[in-house]
T-cell receptor, first 113, second 114 residues
């Protein structure tokens, strides 16, 4: 069935370091892909999205490219800040694209000054 | 423009009780989805409501039921609570119009079952 797998955390980085969080998916079609971020005690905020192969989503310095060949949607940021500390979730809409979101297990990022 | 609002923010119940959680969607949105997020896990899809009907359902027992009102707001009901129902319950709204794939989440209701 449709699923999302993220690299396990926690990920601990120093401020201004480069960030990569790996995400791969399984689906029978080409679902829309998303990255959501959850700050402590809050709900999920959409960070970026991509709806078709080779699309690059970007927001607030974060980027992710929809790679159909490797079924991946890795999240990257060139220089992280302490304020980026949060839990990051990769998600897909599933093959039917009916609106149900399928999430990965989440990756905790901690950025130290 | 108010975003997705959920109430209450926190709730404590005992096993066997029933609970109702409420959600008001973002202005202009007509579809509401509910998710359960256990501690340290990703959200799991419970069901989705559109035009006051359940359109899609995840792998949750019948103890979980919902309702959508004409103003698009929604309720999630859980009967015969179990300890394992303790989680953060998230509501997300979206639109069937342009950009329908984007779901916007509320801050959630944290349910503790003792």
């Amino acid at each position: 069935g449709d699923s999302v797998t993220q690299m396990e955390g926690p990920v601990t980085l120093s401020e201004e370091a480069f960030l990569t969080i790996n995400c791969t998916y399984t689906a029978t079609g080409y679902p829309s892909l998303f990255w959501y971020v959850q700050y402590p005690g809050e709900g999920l905020q959409l960070l970026l999205k991509a709806t078709k192969a080779d699309d690059k989503g970007s927001n607030k310095g974060f980027e992710a490219t929809y790679r159909k060949e490797t079924t991946s949607f890795h999240l990257e940021k060139g220089s992280v800040q302490v304020s980026d500390s949060a839990v990051y979730f990769c998600a897909q809409h599933g093959s039917s694209n009916t609106g149900k979101l399928i999430f990965g297990q989440g990756t905790t990022l901690q950025v130290k000054p | 423009d108010a975003g997705v609002t959920q109430s209450p923010t926190h709730l404590i119940k005992t096993r066997g009780q029933q609970v109702t959680l409420r959600c008001s969607p973002k202005s202009g949105h007509d579809t509401v989805s509910w998710y359960q997020q256990a501690l340290g896990q990703g959200p799991q899809f419970i069901f989705q409501y559109y035009e006051e009907e359940e359109r899609q359902r995840g792998n949750f027992p019948d103890r979980f039921s919902g309702h959508q009102f004409p103003n698009y707001s929604s309720e999630l009901n859980v009967n015969a609570l179990l300890l394992g129902d303790s989680a953060l319950y998230l509501c997300a709204s979206s639109s069937t119009g342009v950009g329908k794939n984007i779901q916007y989440f509320g801050a959630g209701t944290r349910l503790s079952v003792l």
